[in-house]
């Protein structure tokens, strides 16, 4: 028999019809884009971003690794996703070199996005392998690669922060390398710790764990301080080799069509994650020193990086392929 249609089953319908899209809401991951493959250092920050959000503001917060063509894909995504906040994007130095040396890029940087905040920086260490017969440090690498035949350096790809920073070596020396393009840093540092190729310009995040192994041996780093992890290594400017500070850094962004508001909330939920021990603790070890920036900050900063290293292309007389 059909019961009768009560108040209280008019309130409870009713009361349904807010809470479920509610529950839908609630229940919709947040996803940070990372657009290479996991492993590397930008994808060590993203989980770590990602853990310590998900336990302060109890969303689920997860990483989405979408690697391919030198991180289009991803990026690609990231530019196309809803401006809701649910879709962030971690970008960093390659996407602010990309404009100079690739042709036809599927979004404009850094047009497409809107900018959260500021991740971190770490400079890049020169790497080569620590057999006993290889080079003691940065002042016979030189020598050896300006009196026998050229030197191989590995590169993660055309127009990686590691290719030009090859080159700006070569052209602040008068050195010639030889430079030999890989896929990612890791495979390249595993054929320096083997001696295939004689070196690399990569993060410490990337080539920590064979250095600890006693594999590699770190040459100089481009920061303009030297990194406290690394005390004993110079920089490049201590070498006398100069306008060769480089750092890498990493920033979330979100769709360019976010909210204001919405932007500054995701801001300041980041750089409340961010401070955490466990995150500082873990990045620190890594060689990735902490910063933050306002949203206006960070879009001057990308912005300026555009220019930056599309001068250096311009230089080097390097063009979009």
Avoid: C
Avoid at 186 to 191: F, M
């Amino acid at each position: 028999m059909t019961r009768p249609f009560t108040r209280r089953h008019a309130i409870a319908g009713a009361f349904s019809l807010v809470v479920a899209p509610l529950a839908t809401a609630q229940s919709v991951p947040v996803k940070i884009i990372v657009p290479w493959a996991p492993g590397g250092s930008t994808d060590a920050i993203a989980r770590a971003l990602a853990q310590r959000l998900s336990e302060s503001t109890g969303k689920t917060v997860i990483v989405d690794n979408k690697p391919g063509a030198a991180g289009q894909i991803g990026t690609d995504a990231g530019a196309k996703a809803a401006p809701d906040g649910n879709t962030l994007l971690i970008v960093e130095l390659p996407h602010a070199i990309a404009p100079a040396v690739t042709a036809k890029l599927p979004y404009e940087f850094p047009r497409d996005f809107a900018p959260v905040t500021l991740l971190g920086t770490t400079p890049l260490v020169l790497f080569t392998t620590a057999d006993a017969s290889s080079p003691a440090d940065f002042a016979a690498f030189m020598a050896r690669a300006k009196s026998g035949p050229p030197l191989a350096l590995a590169h993660s790809g055309a127009g990686a922060v590691s290719h030009l920073s090859s080159e700006l070596l070569a052209a602040r020396t008068g050195a010639k390398f030889t430079l030999a393009p890989y896929k990612g840093s890791a495979p390249a540092l595993i054929d320096v710790a083997g001696g295939t190729v004689a070196g690399h310009f990569s993060s410490l995040a990337a080539g920590n764990s064979l250095l600890q192994a006693g594999k590699l041996r770190a040459l100089a780093v481009t920061s303009a301080n030297r990194l406290p992890m690394l005390p004993n290594v110079p920089t490049l400017d201590e070498l006398g080799i100069r306008d060769m500070v480089i750092d890498q850094w990493w920033a979330l962004v979100a769709p360019a069509r976010t909210s204001p508001e919405l932007l500054e909330k995701l801001r300041t939920d980041t750089i409340a994650a961010m401070g955490s021990p466990a995150v500082k603790d873990k990045l620190s070890s890594l060689g990735v020193v902490l910063r933050s920036s306002s949203r206006q900050e960070l879009a001057a900063h990308m912005q300026s990086e555009v220019q930056r290293w599309g001068g250096v292309a311009r230089n080097l007389g390097l063009k979009p392929e």
